[in-house]
């Protein structure tokens, strides 16, 4: 098991693909694993790409402090520093995104780039909200398989993968859920963003209206910002439409990153 140990002896479940001299680290949303990005694997073809599971998510350990944004991102500088890796791509989706940011405000000099799927620096919506406090509530509940199936459903591309996704969201205990849940919600790093000196892409499902409107914010705040929308997708980018997203990302790169 490719596990790797953090200064506070948390272990870390983490997989490196690829040996290009370019590096993506891709951060997964609470609960999810490093199994959401599993149709990015063919991107090692090209880059170094790494995979792993947050603390307390997956396959590695919780330890025993809270859970905030800022020690994930000091997880994620640990694992890179075991591998050696100086500067990397940061890859976050949905609230993974958020902790990429996190990461890039506490080591820029180990961020070389930033793309954000379905990004927000706040939440700020009624409906992203509630969406928040519906997996608070459900965390609260213990109702793990629920919250399994909801995810790994919405996010199958095919009847397999979803189960494969539902199964692995059940290793994460309904309690660490919560606190990144918590965590998500109260988030704000929206006029911290100037501090930002890595060239950011916020990648959004052209269907995936209720987060459209946060482009706004991350532009006003962090001029070297693109945005791409993926026609017909909905919030789920990554996984049901890879073969576009992987395409996209490769671009910015080469544009942004290997410049």
């Known amino acids: 098991m490719p596990h790797i140990r953090t200064r506070d002896g948390v272990q870390i479940y983490a997989e490196k693909l690829g040996s290009g001299n370019t590096t993506i680290i891709f951060i997964h949303p609470p609960g999810m694993g490093h199994v959401t990005f599993k149709q ?14 947050l603390r307390g998510n997956g396959k590695s350990s919780v330890g025993t402090q809270q859970i905030t944004f800022s020690l994930l991102a000091q997880d994620i500088y640990d694992v890179m520093k075991h591998f050696d890796i100086k500067s990397a791509i940061l890859c976050g989706y949905s609230n993974g995104a958020s902790i990429a940011l996190e990461f890039a405000l506490r080591y820029p000099s180990s961020t070389k780039g930033l793309v954000l799927v379905g990004a927000f620096p706040k939440v700020n919506s009624l409906l992203l909200y509630a969406e928040f406090m519906l997996g608070i509530l459900v965390t609260k509940l213990n109702a793990m398989p629920l919250i399994s199936f909801v995810i790994g459903r919405a996010h199958a591309h095919s009847k397999g993968y979803g189960k494969q996704l539902e199964s692995y969201i059940r290793k994460t205990k309904a309690k660490t859920l919560h606190k990144m849940y918590n965590e998500g919600v109260k988030f704000d790093r929206t006029e911290r963003l100037q501090e930002i000196k890595a060239p950011i892409l916020l990648v959004y499902g052209k269907k995936d209206f209720y987060v459209h409107h946060y482009q706004k914010e991350f532009r006003h705040f962090h001029r070297n910002t693109d945005v791409v929308y993926i026609s017909k997708a909905k919030h789920q980018v990554p996984t049901k439409f890879a073969k576009e997203f992987n395409s996209v990302v490769s671009s910015f790169i080469r544009r942004k990153c290997e410049v």
């Open 40 to 53: 990015q694997k063919p991107l090692s073809s090209r880059y170094s790409i790494l995979l792993m599971d």
